[in-house]
């Protein structure tokens, strides 16, 4: 199956400092990628949809000018968490879809961000 | 705007039991629906998804769910569980579109005692 790899896995980051998360399609293209956020034992809340070559689409509550949202390119998406506080620690997933194509998503394995 | 309602927040069963997990959607034009399982540490998996055709889909790992246009359902169902079906269960939904956002639910935790 597609695969869809995220980095870092892991990350600690102090207070006040930006993380950036990359998104990457390993061996197909998406126009559309998307950004969730799991807190411990909930479900994923979609933070926003990253479109290649445009903006970001922001879900209600979110802060875009927080949580930068970069798609450079059909394989790439890069979400970053500019001035992290530790009340933004959690669990990052993202999502690509095969470019055209009514399919399922496929999930990267997720960054633990944890902010001290 | 869809929505997806899982009412079992947490579910416990003896191994051996059967298991059906709840799960409605809300949308007014059609979906595909998705059940992915999240065992303790680990990253999101497809169990099954359903698209079109035979309501009844069958999944991984002895899995199947049952899609009732009618009750707006997607019910999960397994025969007989077994100790390491203990995860975290979502059912998603997305609009029967291109690159559409899925929206889950809120999750069950299914506990099983060996």
């Known amino acids: 199956g597609a695969v869809v790899s995220q980095h870092p896995s892991r990350v600690i980051c102090k207070s006040g400092t930006s993380v950036k998360i990359e998104c990457r399609s390993l061996d197909f293209q998406a126009t559309t990628m998307f950004w969730y956020r799991q807190f411990p034992k909930q479900s994923l809340m979609l933070m926003a949809t990253s479109n290649e070559g445009s903006k970001a689409t922001y879900e209600q509550g979110v802060e875009k000018d927080k949580f930068l949202i970069n798609h450079a390119s059909l394989t790439l998406s890069t979400l970053t968490v500019t001035s992290a506080h530790p009340e933004d620690s959690s669990f990052y997933i993202c999502?690509?879809?095969?470019?055209?194509?009514?399919?399922?998503?496929?999930f990267g394995q997720g960054t633990r961000l944890t902010v001290v | 705007a869809q929505s997806v309602s899982q009412h079992n927040h947490h579910v416990i069963l003896s191994e051996a039991a059967s298991l059906e997990l709840g799960c409605n959607y809300s949308y007014g034009g059609t979906v595909n629906l998705f059940w992915y399982v999240q065992y303790p540490g680990q990253h999101l998996q497809l169990l099954l998804k359903y698209f079109s055709g035979d309501p009844l889909v069958k999944g991984i790992k002895g899995f199947e769910a049952e899609f009732i246009k009618s009750k707006f359902s997607f019910n999960l169902r397994k025969p007989s569980v077994q100790w390491s079906d203990t995860a975290e269960y979502f059912c998603a939904v997305n609009a029967k579109s291109s690159a559409s956002k899925i929206i889950f639910g809120s999750g069950t935790r299914l506990s099983i005692r060996p």
């Open positions: 999502s690509a879809f095969p470019r055209g194509l009514n399919t399922e998503a496929f």
